[in-house]
């Protein structure tokens, strides 16, 4: 597979894949931007391995992880936090589970986001997911149940919102 | 709320997420920005833009139906390849009236193509013709209809041809004749029982015609070893024009991968298990799961497009064919380039 056979079957894919890990088109836009540049120079190498995608695909990880490292801050950006809606400041109505989970989702610290990204988005198993944030399968269970623990404690405080209007 | 259906709605909320996500184009741009200040290599970033723009294209000449929502209501589609275009160079020149060409399918390799016509009104129970040209040395056209079993021998216009009557438990009925050396004619019919008549006039009528090609814009990724592209068609399914590829075996056709590019969506969704292809929400449906499915299937949501891909195998109907489903709908490029000949007559 060519670089530019690459690009236009998998930077649709790329691009989506790195909204939902930073919840910011313009920052995913970024990180995409400098992996593939990255993956240009070296496409000699990369283009021969057996699943070139998913070398590409963790090079997107491994570079919101670092990139967010760099930054020092766990924050989204605010006009990313508007995209999400109203979800606090409309008690009054029906407030969207789903709109819920979206900030939720963005508030969660950067190796569960990555964790709950690579397992409900990918589907990749434990074992996919380790290997792909370095670290053991213990730990990746650990980050995708602490999680969804807070996605469901986010979901509730609005249930128990919903119930006291 | 249980474990399961948060799960459910946090894969919904990814996807959400996820389209959101920029177009590509702006990142492609951007990448290739730096080699065009390498004059160098300026004729090569020229050459990629122009690859894009071509792969890009056929997306942008999808067939106007009235009524149909635009490019961008679509969301963002694959990256199709470039259409190939199946000439017809023969045709029948007279059809019964109130019946439009809705489908036409064609062997990759060349050597033959189908061509069906029937009403545009799911109410009318009006005649549905096919009709089948291709090489008779053909290689692959097992895949056609062939009207094998034709007997009764027939004039079509100083030609030797053959019919088989409808039957009983049969209303079906079919001509088959030589048109010229090597080209073989199949007409089947179906919608009125022992009119014999009508179908030896639309074989009569066959000629050398003027008609718009059939274009296809598609092509597998990855498939099974077994298993290699064998044709390709476009029909318009309730109303909206719709790709199809077929990847078949070397022999028999017990084992098939089948990929379409619709707007019609699954008939059972909440019967899905959701699953995330392409950074999108999909669908599976196992094999049996309803008496009409009747292979393993997956369905994968594009904005109001549905990319469907369907697994069969004969031999091996209740294994595992998720991971082929998913290799399937993950490298497969499609689209719906312009194609003229929809809703025309002969």
Redesign the interface.
Same mark, same amino acid.
């Given at each position: 597979m060519t670089f530019?056979e690459f690009?236009?079957?998998r930077?649709?894919?790329l691009?989506?894949?790195?909204?939902?890990l930073t919840?910011d088109?313009?920052q995913?836009?970024d990180i995409?931007?400098e992996v593939?540049?990255r993956a240009?120079q070296r496409w000699s190498r990369i283009g021969k391995t057996e699943q070139p995608?998913a070398y590409v695909t963790r090079m997107v990880t491994n570079e919101f992880l670092s990139w967010r490292r760099r930054c020092r801050e766990l924050v989204v950006t605010p006009s990313a936090m508007d995209?999400f809606g109203a979800v606090q400041a409309d008690l009054t109505g029906q407030v969207d589970? +789903?709109a819920v #989970?979206?900030a939720g989702?963005a508030r969660l610290p950067r190796k569960q986001r990555a964790a709950?990204?690579l397992r409900?988005?990918?589907?990749r198993t434990d074992e996919q997911i380790a290997e792909e944030l370095g670290c053991s399968t213990g730990t990746v269970r650990s980050h995708v149940s602490r999680a969804?623990a807070a996605? +469901?404690v986010e #979901?509730a405080s609005v249930e128990r919102v919903r119930e006291a209007l | 709320m249980k474990t399961d259906e948060l799960e459910i709605l946090v894969r919904e909320a990814l996807g959400d997420h996820a389209d959101r996500a920029a177009e590509p184009a702006d990142t492609i741009a951007a990448v290739l920005a730096p080699r065009r200040r390498r004059p160098v290599i300026a004729y090569a970033a020229a050459a990629v833009v122009a690859l894009i723009l071509l792969v890009a294209a056929p997306l942008f000449l999808r067939d106007a139906e009235p009524g149909s929502s635009s490019v961008g209501s679509a969301g963002r589609l694959m990256v199709a390849p470039k259409a190939v275009e199946f000439p017809v160079r023969i045709g029948p020149t007279w059809l019964p009236e109130g019946i439009k060409e809705q489908e036409r399918y064609a062997l990759l390799d060349g050597t033959g193509m189908t061509r069906s016509w029937w009403s545009d009104d799911p109410q009318v129970n009006g005649y549905n013709v096919n009709v089948v040209v291709y090489d008779e040395y053909s290689t692959t056209r097992h895949w056609l209809y062939g009207c094998d079993d034709a007997t009764e021998q027939v004039d079509i216009g100083g030609k030797y041809g053959r019919i088989r009557p409808p039957a009983v438990d049969d209303q079906t009925t079919c001509l088959r004749f030589s048109y010229e050396p090597g080209k073989i004619v199949v007409v089947l019919m179906a919608g009125s029982v022992n009119d014999v008549d009508t179908l030896l006039r639309v074989g009569r009528s066959i000629q050398p015609v003027s008609s718009p090609p059939l274009v296809v814009a598609g092509v597998f990724g990855e498939l099974p070893a077994d298993l290699s592209p064998g044709f390709a068609g476009v029909t318009r399914d309730v109303g909206a024009p719709g790709t199809w590829l077929v990847a078949v075996p070397a022999v028999g056709a017990q084992k098939y991968v089948q990929v379409n590019w619709t707007t019609k969506g699954p008939e059972s969704a909440s019967l899905g298990k959701p699953k995330t292809v392409r950074g999108r929400p999909a669908l599976y449906f196992p094999a049996g799961v309803r008496d009409y499915i009747r292979s393993d299937e997956l369905w994968v949501q594009f904005g109001d497009h549905w990319l469907k891909v369907l697994y069969h195998d004969e031999k091996d109907l209740k294994g595992d064919h998720v991971p082929w489903l998913l290799k399937v709908a993950e490298s497969v490029a499609v689209g719906l380039p312009r194609n003229d000949w929809i809703g025309g007559r002969p």
């Amino acid at each position: 597979m060519t670089f530019d056979e690459f690009l236009a079957q998998r930077l649709d894919g790329l691009l989506r894949y790195a909204t939902t890990l930073t919840c910011d088109p313009h920052q995913a836009q970024d990180i995409v931007q400098e992996v593939v540049l990255r993956a240009q120079q070296r496409w000699s190498r990369i283009g021969k391995t057996e699943q070139p995608a998913a070398y590409v695909t963790r090079m997107v990880t491994n570079e919101f992880l670092s990139w967010r490292r760099r930054c020092r801050e766990l924050v989204v950006t605010p006009s990313a936090m508007d995209a999400f809606g109203a979800v606090q400041a409309d008690l009054t109505g029906q407030v969207d589970d +789903r709109a819920v #989970l979206l900030a939720g989702i963005a508030r969660l610290p950067r190796k569960q986001r990555a964790a709950v990204v690579l397992r409900y988005y990918l589907n990749r198993t434990d074992e996919q997911i380790a290997e792909e944030l370095g670290c053991s399968t213990g730990t990746v269970r650990s980050h995708v149940s602490r999680a969804v623990a807070a996605l +469901r404690v986010e #979901l509730a405080s609005v249930e128990r919102v919903r119930e006291a209007l | 709320m249980k474990t399961d259906e948060l799960e459910i709605l946090v894969r919904e909320a990814l996807g959400d997420h996820a389209d959101r996500a920029a177009e590509p184009a702006d990142t492609i741009a951007a990448v290739l920005a730096p080699r065009r200040r390498r004059p160098v290599i300026a004729y090569a970033a020229a050459a990629v833009v122009a690859l894009i723009l071509l792969v890009a294209a056929p997306l942008f000449l999808r067939d106007a139906e009235p009524g149909s929502s635009s490019v961008g209501s679509a969301g963002r589609l694959m990256v199709a390849p470039k259409a190939v275009e199946f000439p017809v160079r023969i045709g029948p020149t007279w059809l019964p009236e109130g019946i439009k060409e809705q489908e036409r399918y064609a062997l990759l390799d060349g050597t033959g193509m189908t061509r069906s016509w029937w009403s545009d009104d799911p109410q009318v129970n009006g005649y549905n013709v096919n009709v089948v040209v291709y090489d008779e040395y053909s290689t692959t056209r097992h895949w056609l209809y062939g009207c094998d079993d034709a007997t009764e021998q027939v004039d079509i216009g100083g030609k030797y041809g053959r019919i088989r009557p409808p039957a009983v438990d049969d209303q079906t009925t079919c001509l088959r004749f030589s048109y010229e050396p090597g080209k073989i004619v199949v007409v089947l019919m179906a919608g009125s029982v022992n009119d014999v008549d009508t179908l030896l006039r639309v074989g009569r009528s066959i000629q050398p015609v003027s008609s718009p090609p059939l274009v296809v814009a598609g092509v597998f990724g990855e498939l099974p070893a077994d298993l290699s592209p064998g044709f390709a068609g476009v029909t318009r399914d309730v109303g909206a024009p719709g790709t199809w590829l077929v990847a078949v075996p070397a022999v028999g056709a017990q084992k098939y991968v089948q990929v379409n590019w619709t707007t019609k969506g699954p008939e059972s969704a909440s019967l899905g298990k959701p699953k995330t292809v392409r950074g999108r929400p999909a669908l599976y449906f196992p094999a049996g799961v309803r008496d009409y499915i009747r292979s393993d299937e997956l369905w994968v949501q594009f904005g109001d497009h549905w990319l469907k891909v369907l697994y069969h195998d004969e031999k091996d109907l209740k294994g595992d064919h998720v991971p082929w489903l998913l290799k399937v709908a993950e490298s497969v490029a499609v689209g719906l380039p312009r194609n003229d000949w929809i809703g025309g007559r002969p």
